[in-house]
């Protein structure tokens, strides 16, 4: 999942930037990507806990 995501932020950030930021602003993307996807998959999860019990 996340390859598809790296590829397609890499493809358009160097269109976007010059060379030396471009590594910088990949990094974030990608972090702000991961947050999202924890963030929810731990929503879900504490629905599905509280749901439970």
């Known amino acids: ?3 598809v ?3 397609g ?3 358009y950030t160097k269109k976007l930037f010059p060379k030396k930021y471009y590594i910088e602003i990949f ?3 990608v ?3 991961s947050c999202i996807f924890a963030s929810v998959a ?3 999860w504490f ?3 509280n749901i439970l019990f």
């Open 31 to 33: 972090f702000m990507f």
């Open 27 to 29: 990094r974030v993307i």
């Open 1 to 3: 999942m996340f390859r």
């Open 42 to 44: 731990a929503g879900i």
């Open 9 to 11: 932020c890499s493809g």
């Open 47 to 49: 629905i599905d806990w």
């Open 5 to 7: 995501i790296e590829k």
